[in-house]
């Protein structure tokens, strides 16, 4: 009796076991749901919209970046063009405006394409892109106003026996890019060279936030110092490389900023302090980039 249970549950399970591999065998047939399938594809259709607005926002950032940069350059050579124009002196300097103009041309028609570029890449996509439309459509406006102030610049050029040829000529690729690379070099070089200076009376100088005056007693003894989060746009600015004299035309004058003592001199002239000679450019800007005077 006891032989015959488990010969009993032996045959059960050789009969159970196939029949459980065949319903399994079924199942992995049969394959997923149709609503399985149907949320597969709505997360698929998610990912590939979201990869898609990844994608155009990258893209759209990078392009931003480029005209934004061109128009950095192109204000640079603007107000560079605009002082060169006015002080045109020999065969060099005609080249090297010839040479801005032909940049800002370029400069201009490569930011247009690249406009024209993001333009239809938002064309071809099914996204929000009113924010970035608007963007596209100031730089429009920005290079539009850039175009009416050049032909200004080519009439006034014009005007002084430049030839009409030259200044609306078209650099090649690979004058763009050298002129672009020699550009960016200029620019980078001002920066480093830039420095910034004021003349004026203390109270005019207290008044625009550039000074304070500290110490003293009821008003008397007060000494003037640079204000420690002044802004340079309070400043005339200028490149050491070429500021020799700093105009002052006043009875007294007093330096706020730090600056080595060796490295200027006061000049009188008609009995007055006409002007500070700069006589070592590099040690005067060492301390201070700006240099304050106040002047009686």
């Given amino acids: 009796m006891n032989n015959q249970r488990p010969m009993t549950v032996r045959l059960m399970r050789r009969a159970v076991l196939p029949l459980f591999a065949a319903s399994l065998l079924a199942a992995c047939q049969h394959g997923p749901s149709e609503a399985e399938l149907a949320a597969r594809a709505e997360a698929d259709?998610?990912?590939?919209?979201?990869?898609?607005?990844?994608?155009?926002?990258?893209?759209?950032?990078?392009?931003?970046?480029?005209?934004?940069?061109?128009?950095?350059?192109?204000?640079?050579?603007?107000?560079?063009?605009?002082?060169?124009?006015?002080?045109?002196?020999?065969?060099?300097?005609?080249?090297?405006?010839?040479?801005?103009?032909?940049?800002?041309?370029?400069?201009?028609?490569?930011s247009r394409d690249r406009i024209a570029e993001l333009s239809k890449q938002l064309d071809g996509r099914k996204v929000e892109a009113s924010g970035l439309r608007k963007r596209l459509k100031e730089y429009e406006e920005q290079l539009a106003e850039r175009d009416t102030r050049l032909a200004a610049l080519h009439d006034e050029l014009l005007a002084r026996d430049f030839r009409i040829e030259h200044l609306t000529a078209q650099l090649s690729d690979s004058e763009m890019e050298v002129a672009k690379r020699e550009a960016v070099i200029d620019q980078q070089e001002r920066a480093l060279n830039k420095v910034y200076y004021t003349v004026a009376t203390t109270k005019e100088l207290e008044e625009r936030g550039v000074v304070k005056r500290n110490g003293g007693f009821i008003g008397l003894g007060r000494t003037a110092t640079l204000e420690p989060n002044v802004t340079s746009n309070k400043f005339q600015e200028a490149d050491l490389r070429d500021t020799e004299r700093i105009p002052l035309g006043a009875k007294k004058a007093t330096i706020i900023t730090e600056h080595p003592d060796d490295s200027y001199a006061v000049v009188e002239q008609d009995d007055e302090l006409a002007y500070l000679q700069i006589k070592d450019p590099d040690a005067f800007w060492r301390t201070s980039k700006h240099l304050v005077v106040a002047v009686k």
Avoid: C
């Fill in 45 to 110: 259709a998610l990912r590939n919209e979201l990869n898609t607005r990844d994608a155009l926002i990258n893209e759209m950032t990078q392009g931003f970046s480029e005209i934004e940069s061109n128009i950095t350059l192109m204000n640079e050579r603007e107000q560079l063009l605009a002082d060169a124009a006015n002080d045109e002196r020999n065969i060099d300097q005609k080249q090297r405006i010839l040479r801005d103009i032909q940049l800002m041309n370029g400069l201009v028609q490569e």
